[in-house]
């Protein structure tokens, strides 16, 4: 209604009257508004920080666990919430120095298992890396051995990057307590797990990779194939045998001995860029310290072999 209008039906009073009261109700309605803003805005930022939450939650895939029996899948929240869920502290990871992580027992996550066939823990990650982990070690757990955990990322306080890479080792990682007392090795600590699955062992799921029967007897040519499974089968196939998907064939087309020198293949393992180099080369050296000499050797030599007298793909 306008001011003209105002005039006309009311008295200057009454107009006088009629206009403050318009303008004190204008004013309470702005101050409520005012001193409800702070509380709006408090509530659309918890509204926004839930939906960032859920939105990392459902970004954050499930991890696999496959048992022989049965699959299921975990979520992270899943795992983080197991009553058995603890804090462990390793100081040989990924990250080379002392971290804590929150991790569940992988014995317990891979549960009651009666299938004696299935003797080996294949892990694979995100990256296609994938290592043969016998079951036997894992289980030393139970007998003052190693103690072998799925460590967890907790997406609302994510860890940091991996060194040289923009990601961290998540979201799931297998990491061992005293490591020392069973052996283990530093290509059993696979990260960014996607899988874990109780398999066969590699042999009797790719007969290509078992020592050939003319070198059966070989002391040698036997630890070379052992050394090949736990530290070159995570990214290498021989002969189309192996699930790692990260390093070419070292069996077909042709075998590395056929167009390398021994010394040559040596290098290539101890210090893989001063040999040869390639726009995103992955593969990391390996020291005396994680294969000796000796190790070395052999593992040569069974190359060698199998390039002589490979065994046949399964068919």
Known sequence: ???????VLYPRTALRACLSSHARVARVLREWRLSRLP???????????????????ADTPPLTVNNGVAEQRYSAPQLLARPDATVVHVDEDAYHNKVAYRAVPLLALLGKHTDARFDTVEAQASDGFVSQIPLPLIAKGDQQGAIAWVAVEDPAQPWPNLPNEQASAGPYYLIWEHPERSGVTREQWPYKLVRLSLVESPDHRWPQLAVPAAFSADAA?????DVFLVQCA???????????EVGPDLGTPMSPTQYLT????????????????WPNQRMPGFSEAVVSNADLDALVQYLHALAQHGNAPKQ
């Open 1 to 7: 209604m306008s001011r003209y209008a105002l005039r």
């Open 39 to 57: 509380r709006v805005l408090a509530l659309l930022g918890l509204a926004s920080s839930c939906l960032s939450a859920a939105a990392v939650h």
């Open 221 to 225: 040519v036997n630890r070379g194939h």
């Open 262 to 277: 021994d010394s040559g293949l040596r290098a290539i393992v101890r210090n893989p860029k001063a040999v040869r180099t």
């Open 234 to 244: 995570v990214c290498h196939r021989i002969n189309g045998g192996g699930a790692g």
